[in-house]
C-alpha cells in the first residue's frame, strides 16, 4: 500500500516562544525546529503498516526550503521519499487543499497525519482534507492494547488494515470508540498510538541520498488566500505568587470566600 | 535532581544531523537511566540493543563495512554529546568504535576486516583491545605475555588487567611478545584473538571509584591457541606500531568526552546556583560563586575548541600526534578541575548522591588516568617540543 504522511515543520516544544512586542507573531531568531510530534507518530505507524503490508511511505511538507530538514527526518526514520510545497504560512483550509491536489497525483491508499500540529492547535487539515476528497476519516487513532503493551514492543501497528478496510481505535472522551472505514481514508494520529522509533544514524546517512521533490505552492493552481486571520497573540497572565495560611481553618475559609471553589 | 537536565547548546554552530540524534537519544534515553546504571553497575541490556539499533558502534568504521564512516571531527562532536552523561554508555560501545576495532581496521589484512568489522560495525560483536598488564602500564613496550610459536599457530600465555569490555567481548586485539623479552617494542605482536577459545579466563570485575557500569576485568590467557593467520596484518614484530597508532584517535575521544563533561557540571552547577537561596537570595548572585563558574566555562571553551580543531587537523592529515596529547592532557585537567568548582558550588549537597555532579566528580578522575596519565602525555608534548627541526 502506498501511504501519504504529512510532516509539519514546528517550533521546538521545549523551549519557550517569543511573541512579538506587536503581538504580530513570534521570535524566529534562535528558535529551534522539530517535526510536528504527533506527525512523528503518523511517519511512525505507516512505517509500520508498510512493514506489514508491503509498501511506500511518501512524506509531505509545506512550508519554507528548511522544511527540507524535517522531511529528512522522516526520510532517516525509514520513508522512501519526500515533497516539499514551498509555501508561506497557510491556514488550515488552504493546507487541505494543497493537500489534495497532492493526493490527487500520488494515489495514495492512506493519508496519514499528526491530528493536530503542536504550534497553532488548530486540528483540522485532516477533517478538511477528508471533506474535500469525499473520503472516509478516522481522527485521534489510538492503540487499543495500550503503550506498554507486547504489540508496542513487536512495533506492531495500531491500524488494522485487511480487505481494503483500516479499523481504527479512536480516543474519545471517556473512552475509545472503534471504527472501521472503507480505504482510501484519511487518519490523524492521536498521542497514544505508538512510540514513533529513532532515526539510526545509518538511516540518517541513507536519507541524505534519498530524493525530495520541491513543488513551488503557486504551480499546483490552488487558491491560497487565508480565510482565517491571526488578529493578535498574548503570553498568558503571569501566575501570582502564593499565599501561606496559618491553619486549616484560613485555608478553607479563603477557598470558600476568596477562591469560591468549595 | 539527576537525570532532569535538558543538555543547552553547546554552541550556536549548525549541529549535524547525526550529532542531534545523538543528543536526542542522550537527553530522552540515556539520562533517565543514570541513577539506575549508578545503582546497578550495570547498563540495562535494553539500552544496549536500543544503542545497536541506533548506529552507534560503527561510528568509526568504514561504510563499506557496515559502518558510519564518520570522520575524526564528526567523532569528536558525537562524543561531546556522549560525555554529557554517565560515562558507562560509552563504554558498551567506546572499544568497537577505538581501540578494540582500530588495529584491525588500520593494520589488519582484508580477510581480517572482512571477518571482523561488519559485525563490529552492528554491534554483535563487541571488540576489546588487551595491552595492560600487572606490571605493564605507562611503558607499554614491556609486554610480558608470551606468543610461542608452534607450528601452524601461536600459544598465548599471560595475564592482562583492567581490560574495558572484558566480559562483554567476542575479539580481543591481544598484544603479546614473540620476539625475546630484550626486543622491547619490535618484539611486540598484535592478534585478533576469539574470546570463546578454550584457556581464556575472564576475571571478576573490578570496584572502581567511578565510572560505575563500565567494566573491566582481568584476562587470563592460559596455553591458547590461535593460528598464525591472526596476528592482525599477517607479520610479527608490528604489534606495538599498532597499538601507538590507535592512541592518538583514543586520546582524541576521551578529551571529547571531558569537554560534554565539563558541559554537564557547569551547567548542573548553574542550575543548582540558581534556585539555592543562602543569606535570602540566589547562591548565582554571590560574585565568589559566578567566579567559579566563569572560570569553568571559560576552560570549557578552550577544550572544546582545542579538541574540534585538533580533530579537524588530524581529519586533513595535518597535526602533529603530540597535538593529541595536548587535547587529552589539557582536557582531562581541566575536566577535574570544572568538576570540583561544581562540588563546591553545590556545598554539601555535592557530596551526596541524589546529585549528578557527585557522580562526575568521581568519573572525572579515571580520564587522568587511562589512554596515558598526565604525566605520560607531558613526555609526549615536551619531547614534541623538544625535537630539533
Known amino acids: 500500500m502506498k501511504i501519504l504522511v504529512t510532516v509539519k515543520r514546528v517550533t521546538d516544544y521545549e523551549r519557550k516562544v517569543k511573541i512579538k512586542p506587536d503581538g504580530s507573531g513570534f521570535e524566529t531568531e534562535g528558535m529551534n525546529f522539530v517535526p510536528n510530534p504527533f506527525d512523528e507518530i503518523a511517519v511512525e505507524e505507516a512505517l509500520r503498516l508498510t512493514k506489514e503490508h508491503g509498501g511506500d511511505v511518501v512524506v509531505v511538507s509545506i512550508g519554507p526550503n528548511d522544511a527540507t530538514q524535517q522531511i529528512r527526518q522522516a526520510l532517516a526514520m525509514g520513508a522512501q521519499r519526500g515533497i516539499l510545497v514551498q509555501a508561506g504560512e497557510l491556514d488550515s483550509d488552504a493546507v487541505a487543499r494543497v493537500l489534495q491536489k497532492l493526493v490527487e497525483k500520488e494515489n495514495p491508499d492512506l493519508v496519514l497525519m499528526g491530528k493536530q500540529a503542536t504550534d497553532d492547535d488548530a486540528n483540522q487539515a485532516g477533517q478538511l482534507l477528508a471533506g474535500y476528497l469525499g473520503w472516509p476519516q478516522a481522527t485521534f487513532a489510538s492503540k487499543t492494547e495500550g503503550l506498554e503493551s507486547a504489540e508496542e514492543k513487536a512495533q506492531k501497528p495500531g491500524v488494522k488494515v485487511a480487505d481494503g478496510w483500516a479499523s481504527v481505535a479512536r480516543e474519545a472522551d471517556g473512552g475509545i470508540e472503534t471504527i472501521k472505514v472503507q480505504l482510501p481514508a484519511v487518519i490523524t494520529t492521536d498521542l497514544r498510538l505508538n512510540h514513533p522509533r529513532f532515526a539510526s544514524l545509518p538511516g540518517i546517512m541513507k536519507a541524505k541520498k534519498k530524493p525530495i521533490e520541491e513543488i513551488p505552492v503557486a504551480s499546483l493552481g490552488v487558491d491560497i488566500t487565508p480565510k482565517v486571520r491571526v488578529l493578535k497573540y498574548e503570553e498568558p497572565p503571569a501566575r501570582l505568587a502564593g499565599v501561606k495560611v496559618a491553619d486549616v481553618d484560613e485555608l478553607v475559609n479563603k477557598l470558600k470566600n476568596e477562591a469560591k471553589v468549595i | ?389
Open chain 2, 1 to 389: 535532581m539527576p537525570g532532569e537536565g535538558v543538555p543547552k547548546e553547546l554552541d550556536g554552530d549548525e549541529l549535524s544531523e547525526i550529532r542531534l540524534a545523538v543528543r536526542r537519544f542522550v537527553r530522552e534515553r540515556l539520562i533517565p537511566h543514570e541513577a539506575q546504571v549508578e545503582d546497578e553497575d550495570e547498563v540495562p541490556e535494553a539500552l544496549v540493543e536500543e544503542m545497536k539499533a541506533l548506529g552507534l558502534f560503527g561510528l568509526s568504521i568504514p561504510e563499506s563495512y557496515g559502518g558510519l564512516g564518520l570522520g575524526l571531527e564528526e567523532q569528536v562532536g558525537v562524543y561531546e554529546e556522549l560525555g554529557y552523561t554517565s560515562p558507562a554508555f560509552r563504554s558498551v560501545f567506546g572499544t568497537n568504535v577505538g581501540i578494540g576495532s582500530l588495529g584491525i581496521l588500520l593494520d589488519g589484512t582484508e580477510s581480517q576486516r572482512q571477518a571482523y568489522l561488519p559485525r563490529l560495525a552492528t554491534g554483535e560483536l563487541v571488540g576489546s583491545f588487551a595491552l595492560t598488564e600487572p606490571d605493564v602500564g605507562s611503558d607499554a613496550a614491556a609486554v610480558r605475555t608470551r606468543a610461542r610459536e608452534d607450528g601452524d599457530s601461536y600459544v598465548l600465555d599471560g595475564t592482562k588487567r583492567y581490560i574495558t569490555n572484558a566480559a562483554r567481548a567476542g575479539v580481543f586485539t591481544v598484544m603479546a611478545r614473540t620476539g625475546s623479552p630484550a626486543s622491547r617494542g619490535d618484539g611486540v605482536t598484535a592478534f585478533a584473538v576469539d574470546a570463546h577459545l578454550p584457556g581464556i579466563e575472564i576475571g571478576a570485575p573490578e570496584r572502581k571509584m567511578g565510572q560505575r557500569g563500565a567494566k573491566v576485568c582481568d584476562v587470563i590467557f592460559d596455553g591458547v591457541r590461535v593460528p598464525k593467520s591472526s596476528i592482525i596484518g599477517g607479520v610479527p614484530g608490528q604489534g606495538f606500531k599498532t597499538a601507538m597508532k590507535t592512541l592518538d584517535v583514543g586520546r582524541l575521544h576521551v578529551a571529547a568526552l571531558c569537554v560534554g563533561a565539563m558541559q554537564r557540571a557547569l551547567d548542573e552547577a548553574a542550575r543548582f546556583a540558581q534556585t539555592r537561596e543562602q543569606f535570602g537570595r540566589p547562591i548565582a548572585e554571590f560574585q565568589l560563586i559566578q567566579a567559579m563558574l566563569a572560570d569553568s566555562s571559560t576552560e570549557l571553551l578552550a577544550a572544546k575548541t582545542m579538541v574540534r580543531a585538533t580533530a579537524a587537523r588530524f581529519d586533513r592529515g595535518k597535526a602533529p600526534s603530540a597535538d593529541a596529547s595536548r587535547c587529552k592532557l589539557f582536557a582531562t585537567e581541566a575536566l577535574g578541575r570544572v568538576a570540583d568548582r561544581a562540588v563546591q558550588i553545590h556545598g554539601g549537597a555535592g557530596y551526596i548522591a541524589d546529585y549528578a555532579v557527585e557522580r562526575i566528580y568521581r568519573d572525572a578522575r579515571l580520564f587522568r588516568l587511562y589512554e596515558g596519565t598526565s604525566q605520560i602525555q607531558q613526555l609526549i608534548i615536551a619531547r614534541d617540543v623538544l625535537s630539533p627541526g
